[in-house]
């Protein structure tokens, strides 16, 4: 740790200097930070210099150019899985907030840099937004002015992507579904209601890995909707089935081989699942431990701190106590009972003090909220 600390250090000394230094040198130390918080927890020295290294960010956003706004926005979001879903991890999202969802809907920022920001924004919301649902409400119809862009105009029929469009349409749906998972039961019903018959028109887009997002996204919505009323049904649920089918068994030979394998593999999955409730459960190992993903919301969950944390994704499941209470692992386990010891560190007690965490992780429970919409 004091080494990654070192280098934390020397990443904020090189995005705020007296003298400017290189994009190349920005980017690489913004490389660095993203490195070193993936792969490690830093919650005790970064809970000091949170503020600093927020400048830093969001500096590198409103004045960097597109590779340096797209690596700064991935290493916001790392932040936030850092600090945790406290006071401290609100406080980073209130100031990056604004400066992420500006980036995202701006048709002339660089495609990649939309891209991380709508990422950002999703995994940054859902650890911390704040208890009166007021930054979720924003970030969710910011997700959605990008991803509607791909919807059937009044003729229903599809746009024309641009380049690099559906890899931020992907984007942005996937971060939007992450925060479905947040709201309460009265809020789904109106999203069902919006979303699907779009969404399922959207299964006719040219390009496979929005095809895939748009599959994943109407499996979450479909088993939301079975969350609240068990009778839930989808009003053109044979149309849609056998839309289903017809990507499941792709054969079209001028869609590259791994493209068809992949479409076919993920939209069995969702079939069986809109059909007969089946899920291929999946077991993810770290250390002596592991998780089960059985349900389309614990995948996206999973999926979008994969996204954001790549191969550190492991590490921060064995040792970080959020996304342990999240998947609801529990302390981190202590193997060698001659390093136990009595004290609780720092981020335990962030974590047993913060009210709106614990509140926070009642939203994340399989059991659907089903009071009134505050929303």
């Keep these: 740790k004091p080494a990654l600390g070192r280098v934390v250090s020397r990443c904020t000394d090189v995005a705020l200097p007296p003298v400017p230094l290189s994009a190349k040198t920005r980017r ?6 993203g490195g070193a918080f993936s792969s490690k927890l830093l919650y005790d020295f970064l809970i000091e210099r949170r503020l600093t290294v927020s400048d830093c960010l969001e500096r590198s956003l409103r004045k960097g150019g597109g590779e340096e706004q797209a690596a700064a926005a991935t290493v916001c979001a790392q932040l936030c899985v850092q600090l945790g879903g406290g006071d401290e991890g609100e406080e980073g999202f209130k100031i990056l907030r604004p400066v992420l969802s500006a980036i995202m809907i701006d048709g002339c920022a660089s495609v990649a ?3 991380s920001c709508a990422r950002a924004l999703g995994m940054c919301c859902y650890i911390s937004a704040a208890e009166d649902g007021e930054d979720l409400v924003k970030s969710m119809s910011h997700l959605e002015s990008v991803f509607t862009m791909s919807y059937p105009n009044r003729e229903g029929t599809l746009p024309t992507p641009n380049a690099g469009a559906p890899g931020l349409h992907s984007a942005a749906l ?4 992450l925060l479905v998972t947040l709201c309460p039961a009265s809020r789904i019903t ?7 018959p779009k969404l399922q028109a959207c299964l006719e887009s040219s390009d496979v890995n929005y095809r895939i997002a748009v599959g994943e996204t109407i499996a979450l919505l ?4 079975r969350d609240i009323d068990r009778e839930f049904e989808f009003e053109d649920s044979d149309t849609l089935c056998e839309c289903l089918k017809g990507l499941a068994t792709d054969g079209n030979k001028h869609r590259a081989k791994n493209d068809r394998r992949k479409q076919r593999s993920i939209f069995r999955e969702v079939l069986h699942y809109i059909e007969n409730e089946d899920f291929s459960e999946e077991k993810i190992r770290f250390g002596v431990e592991g998780i089960y993903i059985d349900s389309w919301m614990r995948r996206r969950v999973y999926d979008a701190f994969k996204e954001v944390l790549e191969s550190g994704v492991r590490h921060h499941l064995q040792f970080n106590p959020l996304l342990r209470d999240i998947f609801g692992l529990g302390p981190p386990l202590i193997l060698d009972s001659s390093v136990k010891s009595s004290k609780i560190s720092r981020f335990e007690k962030h974590l047993f003090n913060s009210a709106a965490f614990k509140a926070r992780t009642k939203l994340r429970n399989k059991v659907r909220d089903k009071r009134a919409d505050v929303m």
Excluded at 28 to 33: Q, R, V, Y
Excluded at 222 to 225: A, D, H, I, R, S
């Design 113 to 115: 840099a939309r891209q």
């Design 222 to 225: 479909v088993e939301l909707g």
């Design 174 to 177: 996937h971060a939007w579904a």
């Design 28 to 33: 690489a130390a913004l490389d660095s930070l």
């Design 190 to 196: 109106v999203l069902l209601d919006l979303h699907l």
